[in-house]
Structure formats: C-alpha cells, structure tokens
C-alpha cells in the first residue's frame, strides 16, 4: 500500500474509511449489547455508522478522521428520524466539541 510512516498514512486516500472500521470496531466492542449494532440509512441517504437502541436509551455515532468535527446534517436528520437520545462524532482527538 506503500505506507511506511505516519505521513504515508495521512496522505492515503483510504485514511478516511479506515478510521470508520478502527472507530466502529472499537464502539461495538464496548457496548452492553454489541449484537444490538446497527447501520442506518434511508431512501434520501441520510445514514447512521453506528445505532444502538438500548432501552430506554437510543444512542447514535458517527466516525470522521478530522481536527474539528461537527455535526452534519445527516446526522441531525437521522437524530430526528429515529428519536435519538444522545449522538457523538467519534475522531481521532483529545478535545470534545458540541
């Protein structure tokens, strides 16, 4: 793939999708019910990564390899079209924004 450093990796064009699998793999991991994971997306391709109905919590996550996530408008309209208790932008960094 000729990644060889940390540069290479962020230069690659799948550093973006990457990210997505790494970060989902983790969440699964250390949710209650993992078997519970579910992906949404709709007929207008707003899309969901990542949906957890826990009862009586319903929880949504979103991946993004950047510096300053923020929420899109996918996600705000996925939040609406499935009652969402609480949404999180998963990203490789130490602040939390929102």
Known sequence: MGVHNLD???AHPKLGASWDGFALE???QLAPEP????????????????H????PK????????TSKPKLT?????VEELLHLDASY???PGENRFF
Do not use: C, H, T, W
Request: overall charge negative; aromatic content about 24%; glycine content about 2%.
């Open 52 to 55: 957890f109905n826990l009862p």
């Open 89 to 91: 932008v998963v990203y």
């Open 8 to 10: 290479d990796i962020q």
């Open 26 to 28: 983790q969440i699964i």
């Open 58 to 65: 319903r929880i949504g996550f979103e991946f993004k390899y």
């Open 73 to 77: 408008e996918s996600m705000r309209k």
């Open 35 to 50: 078997e519970s994971a579910i992906f949404f997306s709709d007929y207008q391709d707003f899309e969901l990564y990542l």
